[in-house]
């Protein structure tokens, strides 16, 4: 199983439309910072959320991609405590980033900076795909890539993704869920995402990130309701169970108490022969 966090910074493609000739000196460097600072920032929150839950064989997440202005992070997981833990180590980046970002633009504000407007923070969406059952891993040149019905899906979890919404898919929400990671968990209502349960729909879930108390406020008076853990877990289940988006429940090799294999899953595991997923994540 491979926990997958992706973070880009919104408002980019506009930022960069509205310099004029001459100052694009200006958004390359706010994509550098973001490019450099964010993985620090990242790094940062998880050494010290690691030292307090005590963790010390936890994988740490690990860049696996650069597309543009997005970075895509990824970790084999085998136990509830580590997803829980780097679900936590990315959120509070994505909060603690984004405060940095509000403080600049504050100062460039005062200051009276032509570009003292632009929105460059950040958001993020994060799932699970396991491998190499359902989803298959291949190689690239020098790299290995990642490929099936669940990389689609991860990928188009961005577009549900804001500041403040960390945006997660069902698989990872009942995950989370399950093992009672205590985040405040919303659902939206079902939405569409293109090629994803057509017809049916798709689970609109995220976790609240970090925000300004007015933002608190806002929530109170348009709704949001917050689930707990059980009910998060519950109504992912159902959804998995009666319309197999992504198959089956996502199971951990060390968790078999909470999380169990597939009765079908060893038959479909023969057709990798001598590939397990921790050779070919390993290599």
Partial sequence: MVLFQSVDLEGSTGYKQRLADGQNQKWRQAITDFLEEFPQCYRSNYASLQRKKKLPQCPQAVLWKVLGDELVFKAEVTRGAEVSLLTTAFREALGEYNSKIDELQRERRDQRSPDGGAQLRVKGSSWTAGFPVTNA?????????????????????????????????????????????????????????????????????????????????????????????HVIADLCYHFIKEHGVPGYLPFLISESEKTAKPSDYNTRLKKHPGRSPARLLSR
């Avoid at 689609?152 to 898919?169: C, E, N, V």
């Avoid at 985040?183 to 057509?198: D, N, Q």
Wanted: net charge negative; glycine share 12%.
């Fill in 137 to 229: 891993v291949i190689h690239t040149g020098t790299v290995f890539d990642y490929i099936g019905p669940s990389m689609d899906m991860g990928f188009r979890l961005g577009a549900l993704a804001t500041p403040q919404r960390l945006a997660i898919s069902v698989e990872l929400a009942w995950l989370l869920g399950t093992f009672d990671a205590k985040f405040p968990f919303h659902f939206a209502g079902r939405t569409t995402i293109k090629g994803v349960s057509e017809g049916v729909g798709y689970p609109y879930l995220w976790i609240e990130i970090p925000s300004s108390t007015y933002y608190e406020r806002e929530l109170d008076l348009v709704g949001g309701q917050r689930l707990r853990p």
